[in-house]
């Protein structure tokens, strides 16, 4: 019998050592992402009293692909589809940790480095580069790859929120919740948090990421405050807990890329956050598999939304890498949500439907539905037991929470809820806002 996704990360956090961060990477996945911030499904638009119906709005797949068409319409000056079709920063390649022989002769061949950074807490550093005039993206990548085989060089490619659907939240069923439990704190990236909602009143956020400035935007509001969030109608699951707030988008065409992510793990590192929630998705790519290793290795719990693109759709990622806690989403009878990615990459299910959180601008409180928002609540009832990165204490973390979990047969683990659900409690119902 194959170990259980949970095992093999319980064994990675115990035995990884420097080489965890040199983790091979999947099958490249042939999905389209959806670009966070558009019209479309990201968009929390409805008043949580007009969104009480239990089926998936339209077609997921034709929105995706849409909105991704819409996005390369939009910006083609600084966008592209890779061969694949996922979506890339145009003309740029990000070499992790390349070796200086490589940059210069990458320069000879007329590559110029428009970013350096060293991510020293993970043992990487990472190199931006612009194509030379005239080269094309895909073929930029292929010389680099020729000039040092064993390189890790990819696209940077664009990932975006995992939400299928914009309106909800989960909360307590008696009310709004208490104190905290957890010490430490929660780190989340994604996109702009709305700092000024109610439901952070009282709690600390340390902010990351677009020059200091604030963009505010949906996505990464309801996320934070299925987190951290608290008011009289309202509560997270870790309500108060200090927020690590990393803002990848920015309002940018290009937010979202991977070399912002990994810029924004490299900080959760630096700031010492036990548990990230990454509730965003998008094809495998090299610079971000290493980074994810480096985390795994340190300690790091890297929750995230396993994606809605359907059952039978390949993996998504970051939830499909080793050791990252893949969460998928169910409603409020406990049945997986129909959209919602299937396969051992799903390690838990939390409530993903039927439910309320937080928004900007009013109403303040609208449904949500996707894996977006089940990822946040198993990413903060993980932060109450892994405050700061700590192998073995990740490890006993999983396993603590997956004895909570429930599940038909104890001894099963399913393709669709992986452990079990956890968090069933941790539900506002929209009937409490009408």
């Not at 430490?184 to 994604?190: P, Q, T």
């Not at 290793?293 to 970051?318: C, K």
């Not at 490890?395 to 399913?414: F, M, N, T």
């Amino acid at each position: 019998m194959k170990p259980s996704r949970l095992a093999q990360a319980i064994a990675a956090l115990l035995l990884c050592g420097a080489g965890a961060a040199q983790a091979q990477l999947r099958l490249p996945s042939l999905n389209l992402p959806q670009p966070l911030g558009q019209p479309g499904l990201d968009s929390l638009v409805r008043p949580a009293e007009r969104l009480l119906d239990r089926a998936v709005p339209g077609d997921l797949g034709a929105l995706r692909l849409s909105g991704v068409t819409e996005l390369l319409r939009r910006h083609p000056n600084v966008l592209e589809a890779d061969p694949r079709g996922a979506v890339v920063v145009r003309a740029e390649i990000l070499a992790t940790s390349p070796a200086p022989a490589l940059l210069r002769a990458a320069g000879a061949l007329g590559f110029q480095v428009l970013r350096e950074e060293r991510f020293d807490d993970l043992g990487e550093s990472l190199v931006v580069l612009r194509a030379p005039a005239g080269m094309g993206t895909a073929d930029a990548l292929e010389r680099l790859r020729a000039l040092d085989p064993e390189g890790a060089f990819d696209f940077n490619h664009v990932y975006v929120g995992s939400a299928s659907a914009p309106l909800g939240g989960t909360a307590p069923a008696g009310g709004a919740a208490g104190a905290s439990t957890a010490q430490g704190g929660v780190g989340l990236i994604d996109s702009g948090v709305d700092t000024g909602h109610e439901v952070f009143e009282g709690t600390a956020i340390e902010q990351f990421g677009c020059g200091g400035a604030h963009h505010p935007a949906p996505h990464g509001t309801a996320v934070a405050a299925l987190m951290v969030g608290r008011s009289e109608r309202f509560g997270g699951a870790a309500p108060g807990t200090r927020l690590y707030a990393a803002d990848i988008y920015c309002d940018s065409p290009t937010g979202g890329s991977a070399d912002k992510i990994a810029t924004a793990l490299a900080w959760m590192a630096r700031q010492g956050v036990g548990v990230v929630n990454l509730s965003l998705v998008g094809p495998p790519n090299a610079t971000l598999g290493r980074m994810v290793g480096a985390m795994v290795a340190r300690g790091h719990l890297l929750v995230a939304a396993v994606g809605n693109d359907g059952p039978a759709a390949p993996p998504l990622y970051p939830a499909s890498y080793p050791g990252v806690v893949g969460v998928s989403g169910v409603d409020r009878a406990g049945r997986p949500l129909p959209e919602a990615a299937r396969g051992p990459q799903v390690m838990f299910a939390a409530p993903g439907s039927q439910m309320v959180s937080a928004a900007p601008g009013a109403p303040p409180y609208r449904q949500v539905r996707g894996t977006s928002f089940a990822a946040p609540i198993v990413a903060a009832l993980l932060a109450q037991s892994l405050p700061r990165p700590d192998r073995a204490a990740a490890a006993q973390a999983l396993a603590a929470l997956a004895r909570q979990a429930a599940r038909a047969d104890a001894g099963s683990v399913s393709n669709a809820t992986g452990h079990g659900v956890v968090g069933a409690a941790l539900r506002t119902d929209p009937a409490r806002f009408r």
